[in-house]
């Protein structure tokens, strides 16, 4: 039975019957790339659709608000940031005209080496949930709706189309629907997105856009959700079953399967057009809560049945002043600036500055002090209003006659930057820039031209060309040895000079643009003086959705110093300044949509620049420039360790407010940061024939690391891992104490029963602080395995130097409560549980016990 009611609205029924079954077909596919398809004759208008996770593109590109990575955000544990965030998306998404951001990611960061573990929020349930919530209520209260994803298990990037992800009920419903459903109930997405991989729950094993249980009868109709169920792009495998799987929509459109197959399915029999009717009533609503629908002679709607996320009125050309005014560049630096997390502070080195007068000497170092990791690579990219920059937002904040050395001193990146076409002539014609010529498949010559610029991408290439041949010849007029290379995918050559460094024979297709390839391909590089001949021929690629392309990432490394000169040149710098910043990280060549990685090593050669750095210069600042977890093995070599992470436009003026001490750090892990690849439980996410098996079930991150350091009544196990910092960990730049903890438990007539703990907290410190209070769960003994301990509610604080507060800090009551596969339904074990409260996982500093007996806290609901 339906936990909620879905209003059918009879205006939308009355629709419904105009319609014919063409145009029912049209309107359950995409029209395009990113948009709906219109029936002007009954008012309906496109829905514009677009990523993302860290900003509005919008389908017509241009520059947008690049946010910080989504797991800075979870860093911030700040649910006021998140809902302000929510409020700026859809103030972006008004800006671009986009109706639906295909955000946020809420899959949980099973594995570090997740290639897409930046775009979600944390390895925590709860956690993602909360920030979720906020940002989408935001969001929709504002007329934009909000499309999460992926439903469900789609928390690895390998084989990520084809595999099957097999998890029991119990860790299914407690770990990773438990953001989804917590969305449904709070705030009511108005569109959710199905993910390409499938799943096998019970043995029950399907596509998930074909899983009618996970899809119908569990998200629809037990949750009672409302809204639009969209496929990923290119995820539509089929016609028929993903119909009766539940799926709403396919995009992209119109082609596909159901652009290709649906109406003869319908008009076959083999689908019936009235299994049509759910789907485009969803649609409807979608429409109508964008204001795309303008229905004759009604009144405008109110709120919907779900709450959150009102049924607005057609749009005006006037909505962005219902919007707050917020100013995207102070929200993202605030948001940049708070999510630092400080893993180690051992001799106050943050702030830089203290009596705010006294210059500094100050030797910025490292790949990321020269070129921060703005944003992941992926579906998720936006090109950016404007970046900012360490070493230009320093040398602005520091005292007057402080001095800012900024050297690379280490390589990160293995391509070489990209070529520049100005150094390029057309060995055919002569002219400036590259010939480009299209074949055929028999070879035969279809076009050929010069092209004066070039992106690294070929875009709407004829249909009937098979093969781009590419040829340019390179002035190369700095002496010593350049370097010279193509990046691409499927068939090609590669001949630099009359040599042939690379080839390919295997073709591609539109599962090129789930590749790693698609964002960012491994170049193959040969060594050139003077002029060098670049002679390539490339397949086009036809891809269902995304038109007929080629890759060419053309890339070009100028003649330079050594990496041993580099980084001796960084050495002098360090040991002649008052202060080493260090900022190291990974690429878009490591974190990136569309592939895992093989470990959590740091790339090229940073970790010695970071030994020989501290060597030369006690007084050093690394910042780690990273999204996930990556190794460092000199932690406790280095006396102050910050994390970053992919910080978006404001990279530099977030770090400058940090380290100057306008902003502090307060953020906190929202995962777990190991010590050594080997003691990750989940290491890989790799398919083994097929699956991905969730064999860890409910301990998932910091719970798997709190299951081995716990070897029973007695204590820690003696050879347990124990991580380089633990979940929630973060140290700010002050000291607290926590004074008392006090629970109180209430009681609701028409919600379920709810905890609060009442936490007093001190800072000790001589700056005023932000504190995260964390309350942890541990269960009774006996009966079904739990966790050893969980998240059950966390709260933040802004406290004055020396002074107190009482926080509260709700637990809501399903963090007590486990799923009984036998039973379908909610309960909550008798038993005494111990809420414990701290500054981390592993830092808890006061106790609670609640007593439960039978009949206590029941199942129904999600509070």
Not at 32 to 40: K, Q
Not at 122 to 128: A, C, F, I, V
Not at 588 to 599: K, L, M, Q, T, W
Request: net charge negative; hydrophobic share 40%; proline share 8%.
């Amino acid at each position: 039975m339906s936990s909620q009611t879905i209003t059918t609205e009879p205006e939308l029924l009355r629709l419904l019957d105009e319609l014919t079954a063409e145009e029912k077909v049209s309107l359950v596919v995409g029209a395009s790339m990113w948009a709906t398809t219109a029936v002007p004759r009954l008012g309906l208008e496109p829905v514009v659709m677009s990523d993302g996770p860290v900003g509005v593109r919008g389908p017509a590109g241009g520059t947008s608000a690049m946010f910080p990575a989504p797991s800075a955000l979870a860093a911030t544990w700040d649910l006021d940031l998140a809902r302000r965030s929510g409020v700026l998306f859809a103030a972006e998404a008004r800006r671009h005209g986009v109706d639906v951001v295909l955000a946020p990611q809420v899959n949980l960061q099973r594995t570090p080496v997740g290639g897409r573990h930046f775009e979600c929020y944390s390895e925590d349930p709860h956690l993602t949930a909360e920030i979720a919530v906020a940002l989408v209520g935001a969001a929709q209260g504002h007329g934009v709706g909000m499309c999460v994803k992926h439903y469900v298990a789609n928390d690895s990037e390998t084989e990520r189309t084809r595999y099957i992800a097999r998890l029991d009920e119990r860790t299914l419903r407690e770990t990773y629907l438990a953001p989804f459903e917590r969305l449904v109930h709070e705030v009511n997405p108005w569109s959710v997105m199905g993910a390409y991989n499938g799943a096998d729950i019970g043995g029950v094993s399907a596509p998930l856009l074909e899983h009618r249980p996970l899809v119908v009868d569990l998200l629809k109709e037990e949750w009672g959700y409302d809204g639009l169920f969209v496929s990923d792009w290119v995820a539509t495998q089929s016609v028929a079953p993903a119909v009766r799987g539940g799926l709403d929509l396919q995009m992209p459109g119109p082609d596909g399967p159901w652009g290709d197959g649906l109406l003869d399915a319908v008009r076959s029999g083999e689908v019936a057009e009235s299994e049509l009717d759910d789907k485009v009533l969803r649609l409807l609503r979608l429409a109508r809560r964008t204001g795309h629908l303008t229905l004759p002679d009604t009144a405008a709607p109110g709120p919907d049945a779900n709450g959150a996320g009102a049924n607005i009125a057609p749009r005006t050309g006037q909505e962005s002043a219902t919007i707050p005014p917020t100013t995207s560049g102070g929200l993202l630096r605030e948001l940049a600036a708070r999510s630092v997390v400080v893993l180690k502070d051992d001799v106050g080195l943050v702030p830089l500055v203290h009596d705010g007068t006294r210059p500094l000497r100050v030797a910025l170092l490292g790949p990321a002090a020269v070129e921060p990791f703005f944003q992941g690579g992926g579906s998720s990219f936006v090109n950016p209003d404007r970046l900012t920059y360490p070493a230009d937002e320093l040398r602005a904040a520091l005292p007057q006659g402080s001095e800012v050395t900024l050297l690379a001193g280490a390589r990160a990146l293995h391509n070489p930057p990209e070529l520049d076409v100005d150094r390029c002539t057309d060995p055919v014609t002569g002219e400036p820039g590259l010939h480009v010529t299209l074949l055929a498949a028999d070879g035969s010559t279809l076009e050929e031209y010069t092209a004066h610029e070039w992106t690294g991408w070929l875009h709407d290439v004829r249909p009937d060309a098979d093969a781009v041949r590419l040829r340019a010849e390179v002035r190369l007029d700095e002496p010593g040895a350049h370097e010279l290379g193509v990046g691409t995918v499927g068939v090609h050559r590669v001949g630099i000079d009359g040599a042939e460094i690379a080839a390919g024979s295997t073709r591609v297709d539109e599962g090129i643009v789930l590749s790693s390839g698609h964002n960012h391909p491994i170049a193959a590089l040969a060594t050139a003086h003077g002029t060098a001949v670049v002679d390539v021929t490339l397949q086009v690629v036809h891809a269902v959705g995304y038109g007929h392309f080629v890759r060419a990432a053309l890339v070009h490394r100028l003649p330079g110093p050594s990496a041993e000169e580099e980084l001796a040149r960084a050495v002098e710098a360090a040991a002649a300044a008052d202060v080493a910043v260090v900022l190291i990280g990974t690429t878009a060549e490591v974190e990136s949509e569309g592939y895992d990685r093989p470990d959590l090593n740091l790339p090229g050669n940073q970790d010695e620049l970071v030994r020989r750095v501290v060597a030369a210069n006690p007084r050093t600042v690394v910042v780690v420039n990273a999204g996930a977890p990556v190794l460092l093995p000199w932690l406790h070599d280095v006396p102050t360790v910050l994390w970053g992470w992919l910080p978006g436009q404001e990279a530099g003026t977030a770090l400058a407010d940090v380290l100057t001490g306008a902003t502090e750090p307060s953020g906190r892990l929202p995962w777990t940061l190991p010590a050594r690849f080997e003691d990750v439980p989940v290491p890989h996410a790799r398919p083994v024939d097929g699956v991905v098996d969730y064999a860890e079930g409910t301990d998932v991150g910091y719970r798997a690391w709190e299951r081995r350091l716990a070897a029973g009544p007695a204590g820690a196990a003696p050879d347990a891992p124990v991580p380089a910092a633990p979940f929630g960990h973060g140290l700010g730049w002050t000291s607290w104490e926590y004074e008392d903890a006090v629970l109180a438990r209430g009681e609701a007539h028409d919600a379920p029963a709810t905890l609060t703990v009442y936490v007093t907290v001190r800072n000790t410190g001589p700056r005023a602080g932000r504190e995260v209070i964390q309350v942890y769960l541990e269960a009774p003994g006996g009966g079904l395995s739990r966790p050893v301990r969980w998240l059950g509610g966390f709260a933040v604080a802004d406290v004055p130097a020396m002074g107190s507060a009482t926080v509260r800090v709700p637990v809501p009551a399903r963090a007590l409560q486990v799923w009984d596969p036998q039973a379908k339904g909610w309960t909550t074990p008798p038993g005494t549980y111990r809420l414990r409260t701290g500054r981390s996982v592993a830092d808890l500093r006061l106790s609670n016990e609640l007593t439960v007996r039978p009949g206590d806290f029941p199942g129904a609901g999600t509070k």
